[in-house]
């Protein structure tokens, strides 16, 4: 963790909505490095550096949730960039996914791993994330969003993991990307 302070938002270094717009393969290797802050209350801000994150690209991904076509769950998948996604897993566990590439064309990445916190289901418990996230756009957001501060670290890849239940051209993609 990057530390606790009383912050005001830098909007200098806080990722626009172009930066969201782009294809999710661009924009997952690209957002390891980068800075989620989140609100933790009494104008107090966390701050933890992204360390893994991993790719999902479109209704034709099987591995992906906008596979089986829009329902309610993925409405949000459908919008422009730089919203969140998020659901359940196990019942207990809730994933962070930033939306990424143009309205209709569903795209998201999972944030894997933070500083401190390594896997999704650990990140979100230590964010705080929850259900009342979804949607939540991180361009205007005042609770959460993403900072640059210009730290480009030498990234490895690989294919994703805990995705099994994909064909094995969509399991073996390598698009997890990762700080070595």
Not at 70 to 80: A, D, I, K, L
Not at 124 to 137: H, M, N, P, Q, V
Request: net charge positive.
């Amino acid at each position: 963790m990057r530390g606790r302070s009383r912050i005001e938002m830098n909007e200098a270094k806080k990722l626009s909505d172009e930066f969201f717009c782009r294809d999710v393969l661009s924009v997952a290797p690209d957002l390891v490095g980068k800075i989620i802050v989140i609100s933790s209350g009494d104008n107090t801000w966390k701050r933890f550096m992204i360390t893994e994150t991993e790719a999902y690209r479109g209704e034709e991904d099987e591995a992906c949730h906008a596979n089986k076509g829009r329902t309610p769950r993925t409405e949000v998948m459908y919008m422009q960039g730089g919203r969140i996604y998020v659901y359940l897993v196990y019942g207990i566990y809730w994933m962070l996914n930033f939306v990424t590439s143009v309205r209709d064309d569903p795209q998201a990445v999972l944030i894997r791993s933070i500083e401190g916190f390594n896997g999704p289901g650990r990140l979100t418990r230590a964010l705080g994330i929850d259900k009342s996230f979804y949607g939540e756009d991180l361009i205007t957001s005042r609770r959460i969003w993403v900072e640059d501060e210009g730290f480009r670290p030498v990234l490895g890849k690989s294919k994703r993991i805990g995705i099994d239940y994909a064909g094995s051209v969509w399991r073996n993609k390598p698009w997890r990307y990762f700080i070595i």
